[in-house]
């Protein structure tokens, strides 16, 4: 073992070979134990194809470097052709790969007879759980009393946010210690929530409204550490990981899409993710994990509520209403 020599050619086809399966294989396997998902993150054709030929374009480099390398590079390609391994391995070669090449152009380019492709449903509900058909967002409709609870926590300085903004709030905090941390939510409701405060004129609509912009706040910020990756920024199912899944996300500013539900299904789908789906969910089943698992059900709705803002939407009213 000690004297066995790839040589450069060898090295070539070797270098191919692992970094082929290295995009292909590996890379897959490894985001499957990093995100804890049940399928992996399968690297997009496209992106195979400019690893590869950056590999390739790097490999000639390294063989076309000198005349030597090119010499040792074509020497074993020689070698065969001259039938110095073996003519019989030779002729095998040179009869076997023109047929797999034909092979390939013709099951390419000739017509093929097909099955027509099953419809897929876009929210398919026939396990759809009755009882979530005339749930509404609790969030969306705030009470007398959680109106009046909003007021005295923005009266006591003291930040009331979901944990996963606590951190983000306090380094805010510190680089901005004369304002109030509502502040940081710097939209027109909340500025003129802020205003009345000072003033000790609180009008309870207005104070209404600027509780519904910190629950959205909330909820972009949850819809971004979790469903941005998918859905993208605006909901619009282009997220930096949309052309890795095997069905892209659904594009919510779609007409056709959550507009067309109730709230109670879209709570109910991304609480359960594509493991609920039914049959006609298939063959393009959904890669969206079961959110009920790692989020509480005011940080399902939070985000649910996020999700119609950011798409411009509204929810179907239940046929019961």
Known sequence: MKNLKVGRFGSV???????????????????RQITGLPFPLTVPGTLV??????????LFMYVTFSDESIAEFKAPVT??????????PRNAVLVIVPLLVGWQVYDTMAPQLELPASLRIQHPSSNFPGEFETLENPLANPSPAEVAAFIQQASSGQPALIPQLMPDMEAWLSENPDLPWLAAIATAPV????????????????????????????????????CRPCHGDSAGGDGPI????????????DIGTIETVVEGYTFWRV??????????????DSGMPEWQ????????WM???AEYDLAEKTPRIPESH
């Open 13 to 31: 086809v070797l270098t191919l070979l692992i970094v082929y399966a290295i995009i292909k294989w590996l890379i897959p396997a490894v985001s």
């Open 293 to 300: 698992l790692n989020l509480t059900e005011k940080e399902r």
């Open 191 to 226: 500025k003129r929530f802020l205003d009345e405060l000072e003033s000790g004129n609180v009008d309870n609509a207005n104070a209404r409204t600027a509780l519904l912009e910190k629950r959205l706040f909330e909820g972009r910020a949850l819809y971004a550490m979790n």
């Open 271 to 284: 609480s359960t993710g594509g493991q609920a789906l039914p049959l006609e969910a298939t063959p393009w």
């Open 49 to 58: 194809f400019i690893y590869m030929l950056l590999t390739i374009v790097a």
């Open 79 to 88: 070698r065969f052709l001259r039938g110095e391994y073996g003519i019989l």
């Open 242 to 253: 949309a052309d890795g899944l095997k069905l892209r996300p659904i594009d919510f500013t």
């Open 303 to 305: 985000i649910i509520l």
